[in-house]
Nanobody
């Protein structure tokens, strides 16, 4: 069993910053890609940022230059540094990871979500 646990969400004023963390634990053999998604009320879940095991990154156009994704492979943890936050960044943020367990079975895992609210 593999679990992803997120932390770091909260309420912040526009222009402020937050840092999200997501730690994977359990019967882990290897973690490939990791990423952050978000879902605002009434909208579909969308990719915010992704990072490969080797550190290659990709971002949604709406967050380029403001958000930075990083990971610590030794800690099985992915981070999302969010700067210059805007009210439209308000959403539930979900961590995602493509994980192989100790039986070498690979699949997507999701965190429980953490609320980010940006006030204007």
């Amino acid at each position: 069993q593999v679990q992803l646990v997120e932390s770091g969400g909260g309420l912040v004023q526009a222009g402020g910053s937050l840092r999200l963390s997501c730690a994977a634990s359990g019967s882990i053999f290897s973690i490939n890609a990791m990423g952050w998604y978000r879902q605002a009320p009434g909208k579909q879940r969308e990719l915010v940022a992704g990072i490969t095991r080797g550190g290659s990154t990709n971002y949604a156009d709406s967050v380029k230059g403001r958000f930075t994704i990083s990971r610590d492979n030794a800690k099985n943890t992915v981070y999302l540094q969010m700067n210059s936050l805007k009210p439209e960044d308000t959403a539930v943020y979900y961590c995602n990871a493509y994980v192989g367990d100790t039986y070498r079975r690979f699949r997507d895992y999701w965190g429980q979500g953490t609320q980010v609210t940006v006030s204007s």
